[in-house]
């Protein structure tokens, strides 16, 4: 008799257990992986590409004209280094992989910052753009300059 009643017993906790847990994944709708079926954040939404790219061959700094090829951007997401740009599209590349863009995958980071600076022949860094965006499900393309 006490076997069936801790069978009983141990079968209640069980299904106790089971039926309070939440389900859990993500729940942010702009989100690759968005669970609509979520009742609780996962904290593992992931976000779609975003390519920076260069709509100029050259730009001008004080008078200077300054050859993206010479002097190339280099492209900053939340202070991280994450690439050089080397080439320019002056419509834009797509949101595919080209040469001389540079590709980032936001993984699980939805809000982006980011600035593109070129270190002119003196030295000095020349922030040529920068701003804030949200990433989505959505590939995006950024024109840095």
């Known amino acids: 008799m006490k076997k069936i009643y801790f069978l009983l017993l141990i079968s209640t906790a069980c299904?106790?257990?089971?039926?309070?847990?939440?389900?859990?994944?993500?729940?942010?709708?702009?989100?690759t992986n968005y669970n609509i079926e979520a009742e609780a954040d996962c904290n593992c939404c992931q976000f779609e590409k975003v390519v920076f790219y260069s709509r100029y061959a050259s730009y001008n700094v004080g008078g200077i004209w300054y050859s993206i090829l010479s002097y190339p951007l280099k492209v900053y997401v939340n202070n991280q280094d994450i690439g050089t740009i080397t080439a320019f599209y002056p419509s834009g590349p797509g949101?595919?992989?080209?040469?001389?863009?540079?590709?980032?995958?936001?993984?699980?980071?939805?809000?982006?910052?980011?600035?593109?600076?070129?270190?002119?022949?003196?030295?000095?860094?020349?922030?040529?753009?920068?701003?804030?965006?949200?990433?989505?499900?959505?590939?995006?393309?950024?024109?840095?300059?």
């Open 95 to 145: 949101t595919g992989t080209v040469p001389g863009v540079v590709l980032y995958d936001p993984g699980d980071n939805k809000k982006i910052e980011w600035y593109a600076k070129v270190t002119a022949p003196n030295g000095n860094f020349i922030i040529l753009g920068s701003g804030t965006f949200n990433a989505g499900k959505q590939p995006i393309a950024i024109p840095v300059f």
């Open 15 to 31: 299904a106790s257990f089971f039926s309070c847990r939440k389900k859990t994944g993500c729940m942010d709708s702009q989100a």
